[in-house]
């Protein structure tokens, strides 16, 4: 991807994962590593903050929409709580308030799981807010990799 062309290629989309994956491991290593340092009750919230108020009332809006379009405020919601801009205010907020903890290290696990595993990124307003392949990408996607439309490479 580059500045004229903002879409990643198969190869580069399984490139980024896994630099995502090596975050998850580290992150999610150093929480295990220190253990019986960790403020368990801290590191569950700090983990499941970003869903339940970025991805949860969209989810939910999506289902109740049942294919119609969801409000835009939840994909607003969701890049919001799942940019590393926010989660790096919560960390350094939570270590002003409270200290540097092990139990930070929750925010990144949660982050690069989802990007790493899920393949989850920031969602665009054009695409269905949950996974769901748009057929001009599908049509481009084959395009330049030399296929038939509605191929599958």
Do not use: Q
């Amino acid at each position: 991807m580059d500045a004229a062309n903002r879409f990643e290629s198969p190869v580069t989309y399984r490139l980024l994962r896994a630099e995502y994956t090596v975050g998850l491991v580290v992150a999610a290593g150093l929480l295990l590593w220190h253990w019986r340092d960790v403020d368990w009750a801290a590191a569950v919230g700090l983990f499941a903050y970003i869903d339940v108020i970025g991805y949860l009332p969209g989810a939910l809006a999506h289902h109740r929409a049942r294919g119609g379009e969801v409000p835009r405020v939840y994909y607003v919601l969701y890049n919001t709580m799942h940019s590393w801009l926010t989660a790096g205010a919560v960390v350094g907020l939570w270590a002003w308030l409270f200290g540097w903890e092990w139990a930070l290290l929750a925010v990144p696990v949660h982050l690069c799981g989802d990007r790493g595993l899920l393949g989850n990124f920031l969602k665009p307003f054009s695409v269905e807010f949950e996974p769901k392949a748009h057929p001009a990408f599908t049509e481009f996607e084959a395009a330049l990799a030399g296929r038939p439309a509605g191929s599958r490479g």
